[in-house]
């Protein structure tokens, strides 16, 4: 029978999504049939699965780590922030409504079926499943109707082990803190704990497991130093994104705004590791730098929304002159919606009825529609031919005239448009960098060259890496003998 085990953290960004995605590489390693499991994620990073339904981008990441293609089951609830104070609510990969926070607690035991019959239909397809948490068992205020941490975990009788960050500070505390505010029953489904993001001396640290375990009655699966390979892999949250302001000196420059609502940023990922290239995600408050050669606007949740954020940031203005200077722009999705014309919500999709002028860089409008594009495509740019794939998850149409110089070429249909000039662009397709001989050819029109690799292949090394670390730093062996058959 299949077994499973879950791994939660004492808080969020700990490094649950690399650990499961880690954990369950090494066992496939091993000769196991490993599935990931995430029974509620938050986050506008989206994927596309075989059903063509949408999951987060952490269940992706982890579905390749198991060398299986991504499934709906394997994140039946994902939340899509749209505001401060709510969210559009996907079950099973469809859109099953929007909620406010507060009405969503309310709603979540109705979620609760569609959780067990997700894990329930991936019991069938493997040895084992690797669980992960969402946020932190110790928000004990969201405990009543939990599907996520503890809720989840005594529902269907999956063991949990719990990780700390030591990185971040205080992590004997915030382990410690987590068994005090417990009820007893769910301190029990706690079997043990790691550390992850130690840096330096390991051996330092002895001292701290014990304190630990003597506190909580927990034992230590080890300590997982800071591993380099982490790098290369996808991020889920734009808090990564806040975090993280370096770069390198490339010989293009590449400017990308924090929206507000960002989405699907990892797009821009393949570019970022080109050593021709210095990409730098701007922060608000900040402006779009003069020298950037390229501006991309990313993908978002709330394409309206976020345009007004992008003017309240003066970013609209950089951007003029950015074209002024001979600059090049290139629209991802939402950020395509915004370089038109105009953009209208006579239905009300992202808020109140209302018709937004957009940038004006590219002749084309675009009309918000209740229903979601969402399917992984194919296909090649319309000038050169150079092949990519990728995926689409989107509302809304766009018409106009700059059409009719599309930027790609997507199932054999013409996608995208391009300006008169040439140096704007636009397309709805998500992942298009990954592939190396697109990379490579656009990069190419901007002067500098790429190593036209694609970028699956290098995520693939970095799981291995993160894989063969773990193995060497935690007790793999007594992780993967703690997993127990569901009780239910």
């Given at each position: 029978?299949?077994k499973?085990?879950?791994?939660?953290?004492?808080?969020?960004d700990v490094?649950?999504s690399?650990?499961?995605a880690?954990?369950?590489r090494?066992a496939?390693?091993?000769?196991?049939?490993?599935r990931p499991?995430?029974?509620?994620?938050?986050s506008?990073?989206?994927?596309?699965?075989v059903?063509?339904?949408e999951?987060?981008?952490?269940?992706?990441?982890q579905?390749?780590a198991?060398?299986?293609?991504?499934?709906?089951h394997?994140?039946?609830?994902?939340?899509?922030?749209?505001?401060?104070v709510?969210?559009?609510?996907?079950?099973?990969?469809?859109?099953?409504?929007?909620?406010?926070?507060?009405d969503?607690?309310?709603?979540?035991?109705?979620?609760?079926?569609?959780?067990?019959?997700?894990?329930?239909?991936?019991?069938?397809?493997a040895?084992l499943?690797l669980?992960e948490?969402?946020?932190?068992?110790?928000e004990?205020?969201?405990r009543?109707?939990?599907?996520?941490?503890?809720g989840?975990?005594?529902?269907?009788g999956?063991?949990v082990?719990?990780?700390g960050?030591?990185d971040?500070?205080g992590?004997i505390?915030?382990?410690?803190?987590?068994?005090?505010?417990?009820?007893p029953?769910?301190q029990d489904?706690?079997k043990?704990?790691?550390?992850?993001?130690f840096?330096?001396?390991?051996?330092?640290?002895?001292e701290g497991?014990?304190?630990?375990?003597r506190r909580?009655?927990?034992?230590?699966?080890g300590?997982?130093p800071?591993?380099?390979?982490?790098?290369?892999?996808p991020?889920?949250?734009?808090v990564?994104l806040e975090?993280?302001?370096?770069?390198?000196?490339?010989?293009?420059?590449?400017?990308?705004?924090m929206?507000?609502?960002?989405?699907n940023?990892?797009?821009?990922?393949?570019?970022a590791q080109?050593?021709?290239?210095d990409l730098?995600?701007i922060?608000p408050?900040k402006?779009?730098?003069?020298d950037?050669?390229?501006?991309i606007?990313?993908g978002t949740?709330?394409?309206?929304?976020?345009?007004?954020?992008?003017?309240?940031?003066?970013?609209?203005?950089?951007?003029?002159a950015?074209?002024r200077?001979?600059?090049?722009?290139?629209?991802?999705?939402?950020?395509y919606?915004?370089?038109?014309a105009?953009i209208?919500?006579?239905e009300?999709?992202?808020?109140p009825?209302?018709?937004?002028?957009?940038?004006?860089?590219?002749?084309v409008?675009?009309?918000?529609?209740?229903?979601?594009?969402?399917?992984t495509?194919?296909?090649?740019a319309?000038?050169?031919?150079a092949a990519?794939?990728?995926?689409?998850?989107?509302?809304?149409?766009?018409?106009?005239?700059?059409?009719?110089?599309p930027?790609?070429?997507?199932?054999?249909i013409?996608h995208?448009?391009v300006?008169?000039?040439g140096?704007i662009m636009?397309?709805?397709v998500?992942?298009l960098?990954?592939s190396g001989a697109f990379?490579r050819?656009?990069?190419?029109q901007?002067?500098?060259?790429?190593d036209g690799?694609?970028?699956?292949?290098?995520?693939?090394?970095?799981?291995?890496?993160?894989?063969?670390?773990?193995e060497e730093a935690?007790?793999?062996d007594?992780?993967?003998?703690l997993?127990?058959v569901?009780s239910?």
């Amino acid at each position: 029978m299949t077994k499973a085990l879950m791994l939660q953290g004492t808080g969020s960004d700990v490094g649950k999504s690399v650990l499961v995605a880690g954990l369950a590489r090494a066992a496939v390693n091993r000769g196991l049939s490993v599935r990931p499991f995430k029974p509620q994620n938050m986050s506008n990073n989206a994927a596309v699965t075989v059903e063509g339904g949408e999951i987060g981008r952490a269940q992706w990441l982890q579905a390749r780590a198991c060398k299986v293609a991504p499934s709906i089951h394997m994140n039946p609830v994902l939340l899509k922030p749209q505001s401060d104070v709510g969210a559009q609510i996907v079950v099973q990969g469809k859109v099953w409504g929007m909620a406010e926070a507060r009405d969503y607690q309310t709603r979540k035991k109705q979620l609760l079926a569609s959780v067990i019959e997700s894990f329930e239909a991936l019991k069938g397809d493997a040895d084992l499943l690797l669980v992960e948490g969402a946020g932190s068992p110790a928000e004990t205020n969201l405990r009543a109707g939990d599907i996520a941490n503890m809720g989840f975990a005594t529902e269907t009788g999956t063991p949990v082990v719990l990780i700390g960050d030591i990185d971040r500070g205080g992590v004997i505390a915030s382990l410690v803190g987590t068994h005090a505010v417990l009820d007893p029953a769910d301190q029990d489904m706690i079997k043990g704990f790691l550390i992850n993001k130690f840096r330096g001396d390991i051996s330092l640290f002895d001292e701290g497991l014990r304190e630990i375990e003597r506190r909580t009655g927990w034992p230590s699966f080890g300590v997982l130093p800071w591993v380099r390979a982490v790098a290369d892999l996808p991020a889920e949250d734009a808090v990564v994104l806040e975090r993280s302001q370096t770069h390198a000196a490339g010989q293009l420059k590449i400017a990308v705004p924090m929206l507000s609502r960002i989405a699907n940023f990892d797009d821009v990922d393949p570019l970022a590791q080109e050593e021709s290239v210095d990409l730098q995600f701007i922060p608000p408050g900040k402006p779009l730098p003069g020298d950037a050669d390229l501006v991309i606007l990313p993908g978002t949740k709330s394409t309206i929304a976020d345009l007004g954020f992008f003017r309240t940031q003066g970013w609209d203005i950089d951007l003029q002159a950015h074209i002024r200077r001979g600059g090049w722009v290139l629209g991802l999705c939402g950020g395509y919606q915004m370089l038109g014309a105009q953009i209208d919500d006579p239905e009300s999709i992202e808020g109140p009825a209302t018709q937004t002028p957009g940038i004006g860089l590219l002749d084309v409008a675009t009309i918000m529609q209740p229903e979601k594009q969402v399917r992984t495509v194919r296909g090649k740019a319309a000038i050169s031919g150079a092949a990519f794939s990728g995926y689409e998850i989107h509302i809304g149409e766009t018409k106009g005239r700059d059409l009719e110089r599309p930027f790609l070429e997507v199932e054999g249909i013409p996608h995208g448009a391009v300006s008169e000039d040439g140096h704007i662009m636009g397309a709805y397709v998500h992942g298009l960098f990954k592939s190396g001989a697109f990379r490579r050819d656009f990069l190419s029109q901007l002067g500098v060259a790429s190593d036209g690799k694609n970028h699956d292949d290098k995520t693939d090394r970095a799981l291995d890496n993160l894989a063969d670390a773990m193995e060497e730093a935690l007790d793999v062996d007594g992780l993967l003998s703690l997993a127990a058959v569901s009780s239910k």
